[in-house]
């Protein structure tokens, strides 16, 4: 389900690290190099690069590219050059420390809890405290407002099991806790936080398809419906999708912004290469070619024609790469 | 600290397997090989040794054990050769499975949330996840009354920063917060779960050094006077015992299932053995020294003494050697 393409026959990590060593020589810097090498690897063959370029030239390939690229597309390629815990604890700091609050930039924070592995949201705890020097829930009490804080710290505290078991007999009956719950407009009850928190995903989806079948409608269309319009109740459809449906939830991403590059380009206001760059490098391994299917459903455009017709230059070309279009 | 006595030179686990094997043939079994083999050997080389017995004898050395051993010395043995992971996750299970409900059962979590490494509990929390195809989490919100069950969710997800960093602000504001909750005798507060659930234990120490200073007496006595004598009162005692100084909680769980065992067996009502084992075996490696001399200072009797007054026989032995006593 990757979209990433790797070689058949992929280069020993000193040979891809000269390549890159000699895209950095000289007047101006070969970007294609640096997209075909980086582009195409995946994330245990990019680690070796890493160790490779610090053990040949002693020096670190991310001070390099921080030197030789800019803009845009440094912070993909530097986004994509990290191990992905380390990338993941570095975009919930990013964050959390944003000057820029509320549920566009926390949803990142749900994305790694709850559309990643169990195991990789353990990773990313550990990598953040090894590169803040504290966990990840105090910064979200002390960074993020209650009641949304209260539903982060459940999501990033979690460690589910990770396997396809599902009690009906549970999923019913938490069904109609939450139901209660939403009917009470009490979003950040405890149960729909450790509900939410600590069952498995397949548990979870179970247990919003006993919702539907119990009260004739989604459980997403009953938080929407439920007449609280705020952060909390945008976080919660988020969890929802993200849970249920994370391909659809990263095409809404990828969608949104997208339209906003248009319409922000139009306007003048800025754009969300932010929101582009992290949907795709953080799915580029996982489950792009679903997020493209749902997004050409959606749509009905490619994911690849949204970017070519909203971006530019070699951050282009290293998103088309990810997205593996040869170019 | 520890006060197991691992010998100069320590067998190849083949060998230990070997030995063992012979302990188990023939009439009868030969519990001092067991006791002198096992009781004297770090985790690292128990489980190497549990390997070698496996892949010579294709039978398990836990099975072996189960049919060889009995009572309150196979409970011992058993545990002490488990993984401690494995062993803390199986001892937490235990209790949130056991009939007799309250405090004195769940106390476990407490001591793996909030007396050993984040490491390890995150471990711990795996490893619960292969045994019982649930996380630990799922369990306490089944199986514990709220609030109990609140606060203890909250201990058991954190993966808290774990070198020793304190800022003085943040213990002088947070002293203040839990002042605050338990003055209100809200002590399920959501600032009280999150505190002593994410923060790192050198910030939490200076916190509670905060709290005295500030408001002339430890939090502890604060939390015992604040007149709400309950399960949740007396779990947060042992939270903040166990993160202010856990050899002064261990040492008083020794000293309160050897006082058991004296009393109940003149009363006929059974003993605390399982609390006996599970102190000796989950601190021998970690900081049982320092236990010995907190319950020599407060109880003005050695462990050892202790044990020899209460429990005899192998089960005797065993406790003995990982106390680090030749016998």
Redesign the interface.
Known sequence: MASVIIPEVVPPPEHDSETLKKAFQGWGTDEKAVIRVLGRRDASQRKKITQAYQQLYNESLFDSLRSELSGDFLNAVLLWTYDPPERDARLINEALNSKRKGVKYLQVIVEVACATS?HHL?AV??AY?SLY??????DI?SNVQ?PLK?LL??LV???????D?VDMSVAKLEAGHLHEAIQKKELDH?YVV?IL????FFQLRATFACYKQDYSSTIDQDVLKCGIDDDLQALLRIVILCIECPEKHFAEVLHSSTETLIRTSILGLGTDEDSLTRAIVTRAELDMLKIKEEHAKLYKESVEDAVIGDTSGDYKNFLLTLLGKEI
């Open positions: 169990p353990m705890r550990q405290c020097e504290c966990s990840i829930e105090e009490v209650f209260k710290v459940g505290s979690s460690y589910r099991y990770d396997k078991l405890d450790w928190g600590t069952r498995n």
